[in-house]
């Protein structure tokens, strides 16, 4: 039992220390909610953030690790476009609350750091947001926050 036990320790210890940040699945938090991201490939993936029940965006990303070298570990930049879909209150003027359907377009530009010890990025984003339904506006957001990959 014991020979199985420290098998299983080496094995998730090596998956922790030797797994790079550009493949598979990252989950995490930001200022947004919850967020997770799935590598397609090296060089593009799927971003979705959802904010604990009102709002989910989704986020088709290209990672470009070349274009800003700041220290030795990989930061790249990143950007692409995705979707909103959602709901939000909104109170009339006789106090009365109803609740509004928002669905929306936006763009996505992006740094991440990537942690070379751990499967771990760090991440802050700014994401343009276009709502074309519910409060039909345009918003100017960002977020941060952390991912780990498995």
């Not at 320790?9 to 989950?27: C, K, T, Y």
């Not at 290209?62 to 070298?69: M, R, S, T, V």
């Not at 499967?119 to 343009?128: G, H, R, Y």
């Amino acid at each position: 039992m014991r020979k199985i036990v420290v098998s299983l320790l080496m094995l998730v210890a090596s998956v922790v220390f030797v797994h790079a940040q550009d493949r598979g699945l990252g989950l995490g938090l930001s200022t947004d909610g919850l967020t997770g991201k799935y590598w397609l490939d090296g060089s593009t993936a799927i971003s979705i953030h959802w904010n604990f029940g009102t709002t989910i965006v989704a986020d088709y990303l290209f990672d470009n690790p070349e274009l800003l070298k700041l220290t030795d570990a990989p930061t790249p930049v990143y950007y692409g476009v995705g979707a909103l879909i959602g709901t939000h209150e909104e109170r009339e003027e006789n106090f009365k609350t109803t609740t509004e359907f928002d669905l929306g377009v936006r763009g996505v530009v992006g740094i991440s750091y990537y942690l070379t010890s751990f499967p771990v990025d760090i991440f802050i984003e700014s994401t343009p947001t276009l709502n074309l339904l519910g409060a039909g506006k345009f918003d100017f957001d960002g977020s941060f926050g952390i991912r780990y990959f498995f």
